[in-house]
């Protein structure tokens, strides 16, 4: 090695600047966590400056302003949270990549929201807690708002945990939590809270029964056959025909009532007729698609993918069209209330309010959504395009059912107790045919876990984020508008 000055010098600063470039690598994996964080606040920051530049002059101005920034803080969390339960079993079942379902999911749910998002919403959600029994305009406000908050804060801990929880029942505990400490108990309507908490048990085991069911019938009626390819031109064609229906149907109830107001009668009719013509149209399909193919149970999964991508499209536009209220209807009821003086039983949504709902959820899925998308798309239980099809088609047909029952529920919990169904009929069945193949034998506790389908912690931690969102976010929205109280 020469110990010549100049090559002395010229290796201690290659070694350097090897060391400078190692430091920037590990500060731009260390600053990569933040950058989400930072782009959901210039957003935030952003809605609040474009509120304070056209409203700040007017009367209420600040509550206006308030009121947009939180209902962007609201929306995004909404698209980092429930948007998973719709991409969630597509991604999972590699039916389309994370960066194609976020696009997709972000396009269906903006254009939910701004095309049927409704242009009159009810200024309490649910009807939870009557206007009346408030004192002033100015307590109205401050409820709204600190349910508004409770609800945004909420949503953001439950995806920090990764647990899918419901926004319109975090939007209902928080405007009963307010409605509470603003006018007592006797202001709350007790009758749809029951119905509201019956939902949460009633609404995903019925979604979770659908989903296996439809998931028992493909079994023995396709993948059980010899010829499955023959089985699949009869039953694939029949059962996206049901998907089609019932989705039309759907979005006909839930869907469009800024377009048109549609009774259920109409509905289910419009659906039966979408349903045949979605037969017709898929049948040819079906039969070109699986010409050539292999008479095995893997070849049968690309004739659900397409079908699949198909309904978690149609679920993300439904659910921009309906949860988008979850943000736009205490916004609305804060701005009319503030301009006015006076609250109303409903109230026009002002475009620029559904803007901030249907950008704001875009953006959080972008920014936030992949880690609920993966949480329940591939960690509760293994999907392939045929089990995610069939958690797809149980959200459809459950909301459809419950809508005609008029019970409130939940797509977020339909959904994920149809990711469940899946999973826990997978397990039946397993062992079922162990049973029949095999000598009963005992097997040790270790060994009987490792042969779960369905991963019991999350089981768990998402069951119990439900039973706690409502109580939870009423106690913070409590909290929350005695201190606006007590500082305005």
């Known amino acids: 090695m020469s110990d010549h000055p100049d090559e002395i010098r010229w290796t201690k600063l290659d070694r350097d600047l090897s060391r400078i470039s190692r430091a920037e690598l590990a500060a731009s994996y260390a600053a ?3 950058v989400a964080p930072g782009l959901a606040l210039a957003f935030i920051v952003l809605t609040g400056f474009a509120a304070a530049l056209f409203f700040g002059q007017t009367t209420g101005g ?17 698209g980092a949270n429930d948007v998973a ?3 969630g079993p597509a991604v999972g079942a590699n039916a389309l990549s994370m960066g194609t379902a976020i696009c997709i ?5 903006s254009a939910g929201a701004l095309l049927a998002g409704g242009e009159v919403v009810e200024t309490i959600a649910k009807n939870i807690v009557d206007p009346t029994a408030m ?7 401050w409820a709204m708002l600190a ?3 409770s609800s945004a804060l909420w949503v953001n801990f439950a995806t920090l945990i990764r647990a899918p929880v419901s926004t319109t029942h975090s939007v209902v505990g928080g405007v009963m939590g307010a409605g509470v400490a603003a006018a007592g108990l006797a202001a709350v309507n007790w009758p749809m809270m029951g119905a509201i908490a019956a939902s949460w048990v009633i609404a995903p085991l019925l979604g979770g029964v659908i989903a296996a069911a439809l998931l028992a019938l493909i079994k023995a009626r396709i993948q059980d056959r010899d010829d499955k390819i023959a089985a699949a031109r009869v039953w694939v064609p029949m059962l996206v025909a049901v998907m089609a229906g019932a989705f039309a ?3 006909a109830v839930k869907g469009l009532q800024r377009v048109v107001r549609v009774e259920l009668g109409t509905a289910l009719l419009i659906g039966l007729l979408t349903g045949g013509l979605a037969w017709r149209l898929t049948v040819p399909w079906v039969r070109r698609k699986s010409t050539g193919m292999e008479n095995r149970t893997r070849s049968l999964k690309d004739l659900f993918g397409l079908p699949l991508v198909v309904a978690a499209t149609l679920l993300s536009f439904a659910h921009g069209a309906n949860d988008v209220a979850n943000v736009v209807g205490p916004v609305a009821a804060i701005v009319h209330t503030s301009q006015f003086g006076a609250f109303a039983a409903q109230v026009p949504v002002p475009g620029w309010v559904i803007a901030i709902g249907a950008f704001g959820i875009s953006f959080g899925l972008f920014l936030f959504g992949p880690r609920l998308i993966r949480m329940v798309g591939t960690q509760i239980t293994k999907l392939n395009p045929m089990r995610a099809f069939c958690v797809a088609l149980s959200t459809a047909i459950t909301v459809l059912l419950a809508s005609w029952q008029g019970l409130p529920v939940s797509s977020t919990h339909i959904a994920v107790g149809g990711v469940f169904g899946v999973g826990f009929y997978r397990e039946w069945h397993a062992q079922y045919r162990q049973r029949r193949s095999l000598p009963v034998q005992r097997i040790a506790s270790e060994e009987r876990r490792h042969r779960k389908l369905v991963r019991r912690s999350h089981f ?5 984020a439900w039973v706690v969102t409502v109580p939870a976010t009423a106690l913070l929205s409590a909290v929350l508008f005695t201190g606006l109280m007590a500082f305005m």
């Open 32 to 34: 990569r966590p933040l």
């Open 62 to 78: 600040l509550v206006v302003i308030a009121a947009a920034i939180f209902g962007a803080y609201m929306a995004m969390n909404i």
């Open 460 to 464: 768990m931690t998402i069951i119990a």
């Open 249 to 251: 149907a759907y979005l």
């Open 85 to 87: 339960n719709n991409m």
């Open 135 to 141: 004192q002033d305009a100015q307590v109205f406000i």
């Open 147 to 149: 349910a508004l908050i």
């Open 105 to 109: 999911a972000a396009l269906a749910e």
